[in-house]
């Protein structure tokens, strides 16, 4: 039974930086995509990044140049360094794995989320 846990989220000023960290337990396969999307309250979730097993990786427009993400295979885990963090980036946010390198069939694997609240 495998599970996603975030950690990393939290109250950080405008301007600001955190790193937020998903580590899967359980037994898996190969993970193709590691990602992480956010939700703000009332509005649809979204794609922050994603990153396949060979290192390709895709950004919203709306973080590029200030998100990086990254992963740690052996560990089953993805990471997402957040800089110059802006008010709107508030969110919760998901990491999401998935086998098939197709976003099409969406993720198999969610975490439960964790809760990023940057100040003004």
């Known amino acids: 039974q495998v599970q996603l846990v975030e950690s990393g989220g939290g109250l950080v000023q405008s301007g600001g930086s955190l790193r937020l960290s998903c580590a899967a337990s359980g037994t898996i396969g190969s993970i193709n995509t590691m990602g992480w999307y956010r939700q703000a309250p009332g509005k649809q979730r979204e794609l922050v990044a994603t990153?396949?097993?060979?290192?390709?990786?895709n950004y919203a427009d709306a973080v590029k140049g200030r998100f990086t993400i990254s992963r740690d295979n052996a560990k089953n885990t993805v990471y997402l360094q957040m800089n110059s963090l802006k008010p709107e980036d508030t969110a919760v946010y998901y990491c999401?794995?998935?086998?098939?390198?197709?976003?099409?069939?969406?993720?198999?694997?969610w975490g439960k989320g964790t809760l990023v609240t940057v100040s003004s």
């Open positions: 990153i396949s097993s060979r290192g390709n990786t």
């Open positions: 999401g794995f998935r086998y098939n390198p197709s976003a099409f069939y969406g993720m198999n694997y």
